[in-house]
């Protein structure tokens, strides 16, 4: 059986050598999952003032929808363009583009690795915030959590290919990780991850769901915390994002390597 | 004295030239500090809806907030994240030796090194948003509310400043930790909504443990001429403790400097 072309030794090897790498940083980890604290500062904010009502979330469901938006960002954080940007300066993006192995599909190993390693830390800040909050407690249903847990890869998907893009511009310029920045701002506030998206006017919403932003967090955490949701529309237009993206960021890939100068070796 | 301005002179002169092979950078910064703005204003809007408050702050008021917030994070990006998150690679690669061999005191040396030239333009926009809606909320500026607004930014900055540098000294130590700045950083963000705004616990560790309210809310409150005496004055002793602190933990930490690869 081949996965991306890969065989399954291959990925298992990939998967295992990175779990080990990353299990070296345990601690670094830890501390990546915490600083993930911004939901639940907003929650508090939220709450503490009483506007959920004005969008139809009492105190539980708030507590449950940023709950749910902490973890599903937990599990589709991306640093590509960042460990990219360091290897392309520093010359060790050379041995990688000989290897039979799309450099990318590293880095999607070293990703999924370390969401294994930050799987506990990610648990124990959960069950620290309902020993704090304990009437926010649920327990979600199995369709929720399979759905859920599909929706958060998808949004991994799109989150690692939008940041692909900006990384093959390492190709042209020295700083992409400044074009970084260009994409974090509007998934702060277009995500869901600073307030559910419902509390937005109609026609800021719009415009919203015309990015892919919404579909980052905002879409899994109204799976994961039962929310009402679309799920058919919500999963075709994660797919439908995708399925843009692949090509673009092969396209701009395949430009790049031509102009690839072998900085630093 | 004299010595240490002409060095900073140098050092940000040459910041300065290195900087203008980068012009692109300077046209980004600008755009994504543009758009952090824009959200942030717009999610404001969002707990005024229907005629409310956010913790007995107007909406006048509450943007003076978001002003402060914007210059010391322009301060932030042009002073404390370029050279802060240095350390633990001089500490890493061991090139903090060569820092310590300098004639110059090595915490200056390391505070002031570089000056990123993208944060001004947030900078001087933070200033004109704290000025325009506090002249929004009919409050009249004299000379007495601007020298305590001054001092009190004087002592968010300072905090802020030591805060930072205490964890970024802490590398010394713990080399993998160097992303502890990361949950500073997180934590920091409160600081833009007022400080009366968050449940009871909150508002006791953002005014204690982690002095945010001295960052943001009560320079805004400063502007606005409702800022208590005693308060300043308890930021003076607060900012000056903050201070001290992390001179003494860094030359604790250098006696404990054992450098690498060398």
């Known amino acids: ?265 | 004295m004299y010595r240490y301005f002409k060095t900073i002179r140098l050092f940000w002169s040459t910041a300065f030239a290195s900087q203008l092979e980068y012009q692109l950078n300077f046209l980004i910064e600008l755009l994504a500090m543009l758009g952090t703005l824009l959200g942030s204003v717009f999610i404001l809007s969002l707990f005024f809806t229907g005629g409310r408050q956010l913790g007995d702050w107007t909406w006048e008021s509450a943007l003076v907030i978001q002003g402060v917030y914007t210059f010391l994070d322009g301060l932030t990006n042009a002073l404390l994240r370029p050279n802060l998150t240095e350390i633990v690679n001089y500490v890493r690669e061991g090139t903090l030796d060569y820092v310590l061999l300098k004639p110059i005191d090595s915490q200056f040396w390391l505070s002031v090194k570089k000056f990123s030239f993208a944060g001004l333009p947030e900078i001087i926009l933070g200033l004109s948003i704290v000025f325009w809606a506090s002249i929004q909320t009919g409050s009249s500026f004299s000379i007495y509310s601007l020298s305590v607004f001054i001092i009190s930014l004087f002592i968010g900055f300072i905090i802020l400043y030591s805060v930072w540098f205490l964890i970024a000294a802490s590398s010394i130590w713990f080399v993998k930790t160097w992303n502890a700045t990361e949950v500073l950083r997180a934590l920091l963000a409160a600081g833009r909504y007022p400080i009366s705004a968050y449940p009871i616990i909150l508002r006791f560790i953002f005014t204690l443990v982690l002095p945010v309210a001295f960052l943001t809310t009560f320079p805004a409150e400063a502007i606005l001429g409702d800022l208590k005496l005693h308060i300043l004055f308890f930021g003076l002793m607060l900012s000056s403790v903050f201070f001290v602190l992390s001179r003494l933990f860094w030359k604790f930490a250098l006696r404990h400097y054992t450098s690498a690869s060398s």
């Not at chain 1, 960002?73 to 993006?93: I, M, P």
């Not at chain 1, 974090?184 to 277009?190: A, N, T």
């Not at chain 1, 015309?210 to 955490?221: D, G, R, V």
């Open chain 1, 1 to 265: 059986m081949r996965i991306f072309g890969l065989s399954f030794k291959v990925i298992k090897t990939l998967l295992t050598t990175q779990y080990a790498y990353m299990l070296e940083y345990r601690i670094e980890i830890a501390l990546w999952a915490l600083s993930g604290v911004l939901p639940f500062i907003m929650f508090s904010l939220w709450s503490q003032n009483d506007v959920g009502n004005t969008f139809g979330l009492n105190d539980i469901g708030l507590a449950r929808y940023f709950l749910s938006a902490f973890l599903v960002r937990q599990f589709s954080v991306v640093w590509v363009v960042f460990s990219f940007e360091e290897d392309s300066l520093s010359g060790r993006l050379s041995p990688y583009l000989l290897q039979p192995l799309h450099p990318l599909l590293r880095y999607v190993a070293a990703h999924l690795a370390e969401q294994a390693t930050r799987l506990p830390f990610a648990l124990a800040i959960a069950i620290t915030f309902f020993i704090l909050n304990p009437s926010s407690f649920w327990i979600p249903s199995l369709p929720q959590v399979f759905l859920a847990y599909l929706s958060t890869h998808l949004a991994f998907s799109i989150a690692f290919l939008l940041q692909s893009l900006v990384a093959a511009l390492c190709f042209w310029t020295e700083k992409s990780s400044a074009l970084e920045r260009l994409i974090f701002v509007p998934y702060l506030f277009l995500s869901g991850l600073l307030v559910p998206l419902a509390a937005f006017p109609s026609n800021v919403l719009k415009v919203a769901m015309l990015t892919p932003f919404p579909y980052l967090i905002n879409f899994p955490a109204k799976i994961l915390s039962g929310m009402t949701v679309d799920i058919f529309n919500g999963f075709l237009a994660q797919i439908l994002w995708i399925s843009i993206l692949i090509p673009s960021v092969n396209i701009l890939w395949k430009f790049g390597v031509k102009r690839y100068t072998a900085m630093g070796a």
